[in-house]
């Protein structure tokens, strides 16, 4: 049966007040008829190609293979230009929206890195940019708010809520209604209301289309197993979407546990949230007693979202992908083992990746072949991720 548009299972839709929702039908409109034309497939390509970076490396990582006893292969996708996947969604947006005739997008950031990549999509297709960032996000990212500031950005706190990416999301929806004929929003993962999810998980399927090709070309056949960190989704759907009718791959979606597996002190979503309606959609949340969104906690703000996009949230809820988490402090450790065995420093949302394979040896085996989707570099979580370690030389004393 098809399902109706926007709609994975139970959820996803588009709940939209009536200023939004015209927008929205613009937007949708848009993409359909723009995306599947020759000049637009044509233009993106090269923009991919020389601009991102792409087709990014599948490294066998033979180290890292033989402390987890199976041939891994990492997906490099911190080699994409801005040292992220999120690239690949910002080159496709900010291609659509000036094909749309927009001048200006904006958008909302958490570790910062969509924000950068948001503004140097904008900037390699004319458009002016603005970036609403939470507050204490501002914060914790210093480095990518001054690269933002480098790029020609304007940067706009927000103060709203506990000044992290939520709140940012909500004040830059709101935003949009009052600027949306000349201004695209650009959203950044695999949430909101309908037709984003569905525009993003087109742009990062890059991602699981280069897997597809790469493993026949290296093995000649498909992978046993794709594991992606995430928080909206993006870069796990990029990487799965092409495998998920293939029941012999199994998925894994590793999320931010936090500290403990509590709803004050962790980003689990699957673990410890219901669905409910955020952003514009249903989709797995965190949630008090009351039914209100809980804020979500953990070291890594780029997974620092307390609900999961509508196609991850059914992917997972029908079992088709296992979902999975991480501690903090497997993560810091995560990084170090990649660090030391690879040479490779990874964010802290890919180290969550990582440690689930590390502390989850036994669910693959010697004769495996196995996909990471190494989603990003780690140079700006350097800081927190030495501190770490300086507060743990300190209780070992
Ligand atoms: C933003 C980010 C993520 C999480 O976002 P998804 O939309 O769930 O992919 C994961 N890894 C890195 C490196 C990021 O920058």
């Not at 502390?359 to 350097?382: C, Q, T």
Request: charged residues 25%; negative net charge.
């Amino acid at each position: 049966m098809k399902m109706a548009r926007g709609k994975f299972g139970d959820f996803g839709g588009r709940f939209a007040n009536e200023i939004l929702m015209p927008v929205l039908i613009e937007l949708e409109e848009a993409f359909d008829k723009i995306y599947p034309t020759p000049e637009f497939q044509d233009e993106l390509k090269n923009l991919l190609e020389n601009y991102g970076g792409r087709p990014t490396p599948l490294y066998h990582a033979e180290s890292f293979s033989e402390l987890v006893g199976c041939k891994v292969y990492l997906k490099r996708e911190d080699l994409v230009n801005g040292g992220s996947h999120k690239l690949n969604n910002t080159l496709g947006q900010a291609h659509l929206a000036k094909r749309m005739g927009k001048t200006r997008l904006i958008t909302e950031t958490a570790a910062g890195m969509h924000g950068v990549a948001t503004v140097m999509a904008g900037n390699a297709c004319g458009l002016e940019t603005e970036v609403f960032m939470g507050a204490q996000d501002i914060k914790r990212q210093a480095s990518n708010v001054k690269r933002m500031k480098l790029l020609g950005a304007k940067v706009t706190p927000v103060n709203i809520g506990s000044g992290v990416l939520k709140d940012a999301v909500s004040d830059t929806l709101r935003e949009w209604t009052s600027c949306s004929r000349t201004t695209h929003y650009l959203m950044g993962s695999t949430v909101g209301p309908h037709p984003f999810p569905e525009i993003v998980a087109t742009f990062q399927s890059v991602i699981g289309e280069e897997i597809k090709k790469q493993m026949l070309e290296k093995e000649g056949r498909p992978p046993n197993a794709i594991i992606a960190c995430g928080s909206g989704g993006s870069n796990a759907i990029g990487a799965f979407r092409p495998f998920v009718d293939n029941e012999k791959v199994r998925l894994y979606f590793v999320e931010g546990g936090g500290e403990h597996l509590d709803a004050d002190s962790s980003a689990a979503a699957f673990q410890l949230g219901k669905p409910g309606v955020i952003h514009g959609a249903l989709m797995q949340t965190l949630q008090d007693e009351h039914g209100q969104i809980k804020p979500s906690k953990t070291r890594s703000a780029g997974l620092n979202y307390p609900a999961r996009g509508p196609e991850i949230s059914h992917l997972c809820k029908t079992g088709r992908v296992k979902a999975c988490y991480a501690f903090d402090e497997e993560v810091f450790e995560a990084v170090k083992v990649m660090a030391r065995n690879e040479g490779l420093i990874p964010a802290l949302e890919t180290g969550h990746a990582i440690a689930y394979m590390l502390n989850h040896k036994d669910e693959f085996s010697e004769d495996e072949v196995v996909v990471l989707n190494y989603s990003g570099r780690g140079d700006k979580d350097l800081e927190t991720i030495l501190r770490y370690f300086e507060n743990e030389a300190w209780r070992k004393i």
